[in-house]
C-alpha cells in the first residue's frame, strides 16, 4: 500500500496548512493599532453627514480641495446628490470644491416625515453651509433644487454666496392661480401624489421612461441606464417625504425669493421641458431677478443635465468663470 506521504494531495494540503500558519504567525507579531473613539468599528463605514437642529441626519458629499471655490449642487425631485455624478466628476476635473447633498427625506438622508417643506429645505442648506464654512460658493439647482437654491440664496448670510444657476428650475410657482393663470393645474399634482400612493416603483419608472427625460419622443434616443438610475434615487428615499415635496415644489411661490437675490443668476431652461414648462417658469423668473442671465436650449428635456451633460456643463463652467 502507498504512504500518504507520497499522496501528492496530502503533501499539498500540508504546505497549504503550513502556509497559513506562518501568515497567523506573522500577523499575531505585527503591533496592534490603537483604538480610538473616532475610528469606526469593524467592517463599518461612516457616511458624512450633519444633523440638523430636529434631529434629521443630511447626507452629503464634499469632494476636492477645501481651498477651492465650492460648487454646491441641489437635486431635484425625488432624486438624491447621485443625480450630479457626471458635473460633480467634471468640476473636480476644473480644480472645484465639489459639495451635493441628499435632501432630508430623499437618498441616504432620514426619512422624514415632517419638515418636508421649503423653508426647512433651505434651513438644512444654511446648517450644511455653515457646518462646511462655505464661502463665495456657486449654488447650483435642478428643478426642485432650483427652488431650493433660490429661497436659500434669498435669506443666506452675505458672502455664502457669489452665484446661482436655476436649471429647468420650478421658480417662480408652478401652481395655476389668479395670479399665475399659466400655470399648471392642481388635477396634474394630485395625479402625481394618486400615482405616488398607488405604486410608487411603477410611478418611478413611468417618469423617466417618458417626459423627464424627453425619451417620450420620436427619434429618441433612450438610455435604459438614466431611467434605471433615477428609479433607483427614486426609491431610496421615503414616500412621505416624496408625497410632500410635491406641493413644496408646485405651491410654493418663489416671486420674492428672486427679487431678493442680490447675486448674478443663470438660468438654463430646455425648450422642450415637458416637467416644468418654459413659459411659465424661466420667462418669468429672469424678470425677477436683478443679474439674470437666460439661456435656453431648443428642442432638450428637463434632465438635460443628464442627456447633454457636455452642453450643459461647459455652460455652466463659462458662468462660473466669468
Given at each position: 500500500?502507498?504512504?500518504?506521504r507520497?499522496?501528492p494531495?496530502?503533501?499539498?494540503?500540508?504546505?497549504?496548512?503550513?502556509?497559513?500558519?506562518?501568515?497567523a504567525?506573522?500577523?499575531?507579531?505585527?503591533?496592534?493599532?490603537?483604538?480610538?473613539?473616532d475610528?469606526?468599528?469593524?467592517?463599518?463605514?461612516?457616511m458624512a453627514?450633519i444633523?440638523?437642529?430636529d434631529g434629521?441626519?443630511?447626507?452629503?458629499?464634499?469632494?476636492?480641495?477645501?481651498?477651492?471655490?465650492?460648487?454646491?449642487?441641489h437635486?431635484g425631485?425625488?432624486?438624491?446628490a447621485?443625480d450630479?455624478?457626471?458635473?460633480?466628476?467634471?468640476?473636480?476635473?476644473?480644480?472645484?470644491?465639489?459639495?451635493?447633498?441628499?435632501?432630508?427625506g430623499?437618498?441616504?438622508?432620514?426619512?422624514?416625515?415632517?419638515?418636508?417643506e421649503?423653508d426647512?429645505?433651505?434651513?438644512?442648506?444654511?446648517?450644511?453651509?455653515d457646518?462646511?464654512?462655505?464661502?463665495?460658493a456657486?449654488?447650483v439647482?435642478h428643478?426642485?433644487?432650483g427652488?431650493?437654491?433660490?429661497?436659500y440664496?434669498?435669506?443666506?448670510?452675505?458672502?455664502?454666496?457669489?452665484k446661482?444657476?436655476?436649471?429647468?428650475?420650478v421658480?417662480?410657482?408652478m401652481?395655476?392661480?389668479?395670479a399665475?393663470?399659466?400655470?399648471?393645474?392642481m388635477e396634474?399634482?394630485?395625479?402625481?401624489?394618486?400615482?405616488l400612493?398607488?405604486?410608487?416603483a411603477?410611478?418611478?419608472?413611468d417618469?423617466p421612461?417618458?417626459?423627464?427625460?424627453?425619451?417620450?419622443?420620436?427619434?429618441?434616443?433612450?438610455?435604459?441606464?438614466l431611467?434605471?438610475?433615477?428609479?433607483?434615487?427614486?426609491?431610496?428615499?421615503g414616500?412621505?417625504?416624496?408625497?410632500?415635496?410635491?406641493?413644496?415644489?408646485?405651491?410654493?411661490?418663489?416671486?420674492?425669493?428672486?427679487?431678493?437675490?442680490?447675486v448674478?443668476?443663470?438660468?438654463?431652461h430646455g425648450?422642450?421641458?415637458?416637467i416644468v414648462?418654459?413659459a411659465?417658469s424661466?420667462h418669468?423668473?429672469?424678470k425677477?431677478?436683478?443679474k439674470?442671465?437666460?439661456?435656453t436650449?431648443p428642442?432638450?428635456?428637463?434632465?438635460?443635465?443628464?442627456?447633454?451633460?457636455?452642453v450643459?456643463?461647459?455652460?455652466?463652467l463659462a458662468?462660473?468663470?466669468?
Amino acid at each position: 500500500m502507498a504512504s500518504t506521504r507520497d499522496d501528492p494531495r496530502i503533501a499539498l494540503q500540508r504546505r497549504e496548512f503550513l502556509a497559513a500558519g506562518s501568515v497567523a504567525a506573522a500577523l499575531t507579531a505585527m503591533p496592534s493599532l490603537a483604538y480610538s473613539p473616532d475610528m469606526p468599528a469593524s467592517g463599518e463605514r461612516r457616511m458624512a453627514t450633519i444633523t440638523t437642529k430636529d434631529g434629521t441626519q443630511i447626507f452629503y458629499k464634499d469632494w476636492g480641495p477645501k481651498d477651492a471655490q465650492p460648487i454646491v449642487f441641489h437635486h431635484g425631485w425625488p432624486l438624491s446628490a447621485d443625480d450630479w455624478d457626471n458635473q460633480m466628476m467634471f468640476f473636480l476635473g476644473q480644480g472645484f470644491r465639489v459639495i451635493a447633498h441628499d435632501r432630508r427625506g430623499h437618498g441616504r438622508s432620514t426619512q422624514t416625515d415632517s419638515g418636508n417643506e421649503m423653508d426647512t429645505y433651505a434651513a438644512d442648506v444654511a446648517a450644511l453651509t455653515d457646518q462646511l464654512d462655505l464661502r463665495g460658493a456657486v449654488h447650483v439647482g435642478h428643478s426642485t433644487g432650483g427652488g431650493e437654491v433660490a429661497h436659500y440664496a434669498a435669506r443666506a448670510r452675505p458672502g455664502r454666496v457669489a452665484k446661482a444657476v436655476l436649471i429647468g428650475a420650478v421658480p417662480p410657482i408652478m401652481l395655476k392661480t389668479a395670479a399665475n393663470p399659466g400655470g399648471l393645474p392642481m388635477e396634474v399634482f394630485d395625479g402625481f401624489r394618486a400615482a405616488l400612493v398607488a405604486n410608487r416603483a411603477q410611478f418611478f419608472l413611468d417618469v423617466p421612461s417618458g417626459p423627464f427625460y424627453g425619451f417620450n419622443r420620436p427619434g429618441a434616443k433612450v438610455s435604459q441606464g438614466l431611467i434605471q438610475n433615477w428609479w433607483r434615487q427614486g426609491m431610496m428615499g421615503g414616500a412621505k417625504a416624496h408625497y410632500d415635496c410635491i406641493k413644496a415644489f408646485s405651491e410654493t411661490d418663489f416671486t420674492e425669493d428672486l427679487k431678493k437675490i442680490d447675486v448674478p443668476v443663470l438660468i438654463m431652461h430646455g425648450e422642450d421641458d415637458q416637467i416644468v414648462p418654459i413659459a411659465d417658469s424661466a420667462h418669468l423668473a429672469i424678470k425677477l431677478v436683478k443679474k439674470g442671465t437666460l439661456k435656453t436650449y431648443p428642442g432638450l428635456p428637463h434632465g438635460m443635465a443628464s442627456t447633454h451633460p457636455d452642453v450643459i456643463n461647459a455652460d455652466l463652467l463659462a458662468f462660473i468663470k466669468a
